[in-house]
């Protein structure tokens, strides 16, 4: 039985070295790492890679259930292509082993945690943004294309989108939809 390793982290600024250090504690030779959200496998490549890779008698290692999904019924499609590998999902710091039937047992129910954890999250963080709107603390991403400079180069100096956006430093697409407004307006 090999046993293979994968840490996750939400965002670049975070470190995985305690995951990996946890992970080859455990045993893994192998460990998958990535920095991205957990809320959805869209994205998550090394994740996606271990899965397909994984072989039956093989264990995926985690710290915690939170590093794989972050919702349930993504962690329950998980553990359901693990299962029909012949795959064990292993938690280092939760005793979870899809194994036995306490350890699924309690994997759902952290599932459950983690999913309740990341909505209530959300749920501040739109009320915080809300907030701040009512405030007028939170006003968004000041605009970086001035709408009147993309419309006088086409019409005072006839540069094509293509040059417009060169010379502005921005995408093809937004010289385009500012033109497009100009259009329909």
């Not at 600024?13 to 959805?40: H, M, N, P």
């Not at 809300?130 to 970086?144: L, M």
């Amino acid at each position: 039985m090999s046993l293979y390793g994968y840490a996750r982290v939400s965002s670049i600024e975070q470190d995985l070295a305690i995951q990996r250090a946890a992970l080859k504690a455990a045993g893994c030779d192998v460990i998958r790492t990535e920095k991205a959200s957990g809320f959805r496998r869209d994205g998550r490549t090394e994740v996606q890679s271990l899965l397909e890779f994984l072989r039956p008698g093989d264990a995926l290692v985690i710290t915690r259930i939170d590093r794989l999904a972050r919702s349930m019924k993504d962690l329950q499609d998980i553990v359901h292509e693990l299962k029909e590998k012949g795959v064990a999902l292993r938690s280092t710091e939760q005793p979870i082993d899809t194994g036995t039937a306490a350890g699924k047992a309690f994997l759902d129910m952290l599932g459950v945690f983690a999913e309740f954890e990341t909505n209530l999250r959300r749920e501040r963080q739109m009320q915080g943004i809300s907030s701040a709107k009512a405030r007028g603390v939170y006003t968004g991403h000041k605009p970086r294309i001035d709408p009147a400079n993309v419309r006088r180069l086409h019409e005072e100096q006839k540069l094509g989108p293509a040059a417009i956006a060169k010379q502005l430093g921005i995408g093809r697409a937004s010289v385009y939809r500012v033109l497009g407004e100009k259009q329909a307006a």
